[in-house]
């Protein structure tokens, strides 16, 4: 199959697209150089459709976890639960210390018999 345009037809289009930038816009491409500019690159995937390791959306990682808890979670809980959760499926390296460093704790809890799960509700909901 053929190329739809030349690299010459491109090129001019591009070139053509740069003087037609607003100054500010034109000093951002400068900056990055020209060559670099891809004025055809595809934009991001918005949030609510990247996924993370496991295929699934911050949405759907949400609401799996809110259906493996015994009582609903306060607001606040949700809201913290949440944004982690963007950050994870955006760039799990940026909270890849945080999750390596939660298991790391967990398992030294568990290694002295230390719960920090909140008791029951009837409990009045107070951390051990």
């Known amino acids: 199959m053929q190329p739809m345009y030349t690299q010459e037809q491109v090129e001019e289009q591009k070139r053509a697209m740069y003087e037609g930038l607003s100054p500010r816009r034109r000093r951002f491409v400068d900056r990055i150089g020209y060559e670099n500019w891809d004025p055809y690159q595809a934009p991001f995937d918005p949030i609510d459709i990247r996924t993370d390791a496991l295929g ?48 790391w704790y967990a398992e030294r809890l568990k290694e002295r018999g230390i719960s920090i799960k909140p008791k029951s509700a009837s409990a009045g909901g107070s951390q051990e």
């Open 56 to 103: 699934l959306t911050t949405h759907e990682l949400l609401n799996r976890y809110y259906k493996s808890l015994p009582a609903p979670p306060d607001p606040d809980y949700m809201q913290t639960l949440s944004e982690f959760m963007v950050l994870l499926v955006m760039n799990v390296e940026k909270v890849r210390p945080i999750l390596e460093f939660s298991e």
